[in-house]
């Protein structure tokens, strides 16, 4: 860059003396010296030397004294203001990216929020951000950048670098177009300051956030482990106990009997069958890594038609799904599932189609079946599963419709925001907040099919 120099700012250095105490003291004490002196010269004058001109020197020497004094304090005083102004003014910014490094968010979205903050209290016009190692684990990005980098002669470029406890975390490039600097060095090594602690907050919260995440995924397998050599191997066992009961002569010859064998045995093998389903639930999982989201819902869909004999099918706009963060993509996992056991349970369809789409903003997920439909206006209230896929949609900041008919089938959609962090999942953990299944006036009807949709 030519015509460019370049700034190093190390440390704060300390702020000048406050002048304000010192212009107490002058403005008592130079009146009361001015008075002694002149009393003084006036005898001198006046009465010794010359008695008849001293009176018109002694009055002249008091205005010019009184002028220059008058000066000296309205100088003195637009110095403070200046110096008042200026840290008014240096202590805004601070406070501006103090806040913004606060802000919550991914430490991608916390970095480019810090940036555009310090272009606008800086007055620079281009800002880059370059850090020791990526601030998320399994990251690879280490370089961010806003605003024009201008190629001016008399461009001014500020080099910060940003330590915490000593240790060197990243370097924060400002470059200005010209030389007036809008905020003092101390401002600046303040700022800089800031953002090293942000990125060390931004980085340690990413690793206990992955963490808890691989925490959960581990206990996750553990309780599927439990689940199927515990109660899944117990409930298959006792499945197969009452079909060999019921086919004894003895239980044969009472009609009554084979017949409650027979029911009793029917409601082991389903709840075998939700117990098997549970325990793939538990291990499909998105981690945005190792699986990603349509990897997951495509395992997971050839286990269900497999395990159903209902074709279940994925078509998925991969890019826009599998960009979602991990664990949003594990909550449309859920509310598909979820959708899916449905399906199995009431639909008696033979066809289910899972469609991820990406309108403007948006990642669209819908689940449609060919089954049997049922009637909104007829749902319980707070019914479990519908209640279930309403938090999950709550916690993406999402919003879910089921749209259904009796003889039409049902369809499931699921909108999340596309490129956003929700409120409840940035830092705090997620709060759930469950909202009533309710039925309402289809506002969005599907062709050739007469659905009334749940809003939940």
Known sequence: MSGARTTHTAAPRRGAVDTLPRLRILAVVLPCLALLVLTALRHTLVVD????????????????????????????????????????????????????????????????????????????????????????????????????????????????PLTVDGAPVGTLTVTAEDAERPLTDDAHASIASTLALALHRARHLARLHHECHDAALAERDRIAREMHDSLAQALGAAHLRLHAIAARPDVTASPAAAHEIEDVAALCEEAYADVREAILGLRTTSDGRNRTLTQALDGYLRAYTRRTGIVATLHADTDAADALPPHHQNHVVRVVQEALTNVRKHAHADRVDVRITTPPGLVRVTVTDDGAGFDPARVAEGRFGLATMGERADLLDGHLTVDSAPGHGTRVTLDVPAARVPGALREHGPAVHARPVRASADRHPAPARPHTPIHV
Do not use: K, N, Y
């Open 49 to 160: 030397r010359w008695p008849v001109h001293g009176h018109l020197v002694v009055d002249t020497v008091l205005v010019l004294a009184t002028v220059v004094f008058a000066l000296a304090m309205v100088a003195g005083i637009e110095r403070r203001h200046g110096d008042s102004s200026r840290r008014a003014r240096d202590l805004a910014a601070i406070d501006a990216v103090t806040t913004a490094a606060r802000a919550p968010g991914t430490p991608d979205d916390v970095v480019v929020q810090c940036l555009r903050v310090v272009l606008d209290v800086t007055g620079a016009a281009h800002a880059r951000l370059d850090t020791t190692a990526p601030l998320e684990p399994g990251g690879v990005r280490t370089t961010w950048r806003l605003g024009d980098e201008p190629d001016a002669p008399d461009t001014v470029v500020r080099v910060l």
